[in-house]
Every structure is written in structure tokens, then in C-alpha cells.
């Protein structure tokens, strides 16, 4: 398969603190995208960090990418009740390619 | 940025069956992407629609059991045809940013869930 894995695949924590979700592919991409699912309704896109990056931040979210091992992480800082979804990763050759997406991680966040 | 609507959200049918889904954009987009959630599990593409040509499907997906169509540039049908329990999942419409042209930053649907009794 050439889907991403994602771990942990599910994740409880409590408010305030943070979450860190890992991803890892195995083909060559031009960018990495991260979306948020709730309660198995529509994804809503996050963040998109590119090959040649290796941070990305947006408000309470962190990326990273490390494309020599083939692997980012996702890090949402100070936890909200709000933040309970499923988080996935997809990955992206450029241009008209299909997007791949991981597994996905569960995230629970208990007040 | 793009707003899709997507119906029906749900339903339950009956093995055997066929279901149409209806996604509309509120912009003109390229390409729209149809995907299968099976229940607990990540996002898989079924085809891609163009306007004006027949649908692109990835492996594993027919077109006599998803036909699609793609009669206008915001407006896209997939049909689950002749169902069984196995169909079972959430069915999400997508198109891509910059009119639909990229795979970067997809919108999606709010999908539809269906159960096949």
C-alpha cells in the first residue's frame, strides 16, 4: 500500500496540554497536507507544508516534515475540548495526482 | 476557497439497490474527486471527474458500479449501484484549490452516509 501511517491511532489527553500526531509515506511528494474530521462529517483542510520545507506553523498548530525519513508530525499546542476529531494525513505528487491519505489518528480531548 | 453541498447526508437502503449522491460546488472547478470512507477507516479515492469526459477510476473501482457524472463544472453525481451491506460507508465529494486544478487543499463535502440493510 502506499497510503501513510499514521500513530498513534488514537490519542487522549486532557485541556491544555499538547497533542502530536505523527505520519509517515512511503513515495516521493511535492507537499504534505493535514485535515481535520469531525464526528466522520467533511474534512476540513489544516495545513500544507511543501518538500523543500521543514516547519510549518498556523496559530495552535505545528508541522514538520523530514522528508530523508520520510515523516511529518503534527503538534497542537494547549489542547481544547474542540479539538476532539480524527486527524489525517495526505500526501501529494503535484499537479493533477491523487492525494494519499493516512490512516488517521482519533484525538480526544477531555476538559 | 470553495462551499460544497452534498446530499443527501444520509440514508439506509435496501441490498440491491442503487443511491445517487449529488454534490454541488459554488464555483466552476477542473476536477472533482469522489471518496469512500469504510467505517473506521482513512479516505480512498474512488475516481476523479472531469467535465466534458468520462470519469477516471482508480483500482478497484468499476464504473458499472460507481457511474458518475459530471454534466457541468459545479455539479457532479455518483451512484452506488446495486447495493450490498459491504457498501456500507461515508461517500465524500472534493474538489482541489485554484478552481479545482491543484490537489492542494481539497474541500469536501459534508458526505453522505449510507447503510445497506
Known amino acids: 500500500s502506499q497510503q501513510g501511517e499514521e500513530d498513534p491511532q488514537a490519542l487522549s489527553i486532557q485541556e491544555g496540554e499538547n497533542a502530536t500526531m505523527n505520519c509517515s509515506y512511503k513515495t516521493s511528494i511535492n507537499n504534505l497536507q493535514w485535515y481535520r474530521q469531525n464526528s466522520g462529517r467533511g474534512l476540513v483542510h489544516l495545513i500544507l507544508i511543501r518538500s523543500n520545507e521543514r516547519e510549518k506553523h498556523s496559530g495552535r498548530l505545528r508541522v514538520t516534515l523530514d522528508t530523508s525519513k520520510k515523516s511529518s508530525s503534527l503538534l497542537i499546542t494547549a489542547s481544547r475540548a474542540a479539538d476532539t476529531a480524527s486527524y489525517f494525513c495526505a500526501t501529494g505528487a503535484g499537479g493533477y495526482n491523487k492525494l494519499i491519505f493516512g490512516a488517521g489518528t482519533r484525538l480526544a480531548v477531555h476538559p | 476557497s470553495a462551499v460544497i453541498s452534498q446530499k443527501p447526508s444520509r440514508d439506509i437502503c435496501q441490498r440491491g439497490t442503487s443511491l445517487t449522491i449529488q454534490c454541488q460546488v459554488d464555483?466552476?472547478?477542473?476536477?472533482m474527486f469522489w471518496y469512500r470512507q469504510q467505517p473506521g477507516q482513512s479516505l480512498t479515492l474512488i475516481a476523479t471527474a472531469n467535465q466534458g469526459s468520462e470519469a477516471t477510476y482508480e483500482s478497484g473501482f468499476v464504473i458499472d458500479k460507481f457511474p458518475i457524472s459530471r454534466p457541468n463544472l459545479t455539479f457532479s453525481t455518483l451512484t452506488v449501484s446495486n447495493m450490498s451491506p459491504e457498501d456500507s460507508s461515508i461517500y465524500l465529494c472534493?474538489?482541489?484549490?485554484?478552481?479545482?486544478?491543484?490537489?492542494?487543499?481539497?474541500?469536501f463535502g459534508s458526505g453522505t452516509q449510507l447503510s445497506v440493510l
Open positions: 464555483s466552476q472547478v477542473t476536477m
Open positions: 472534493s474538489v482541489g484549490g485554484q478552481g479545482g486544478t491543484t490537489n492542494e487543499k481539497l474541500f
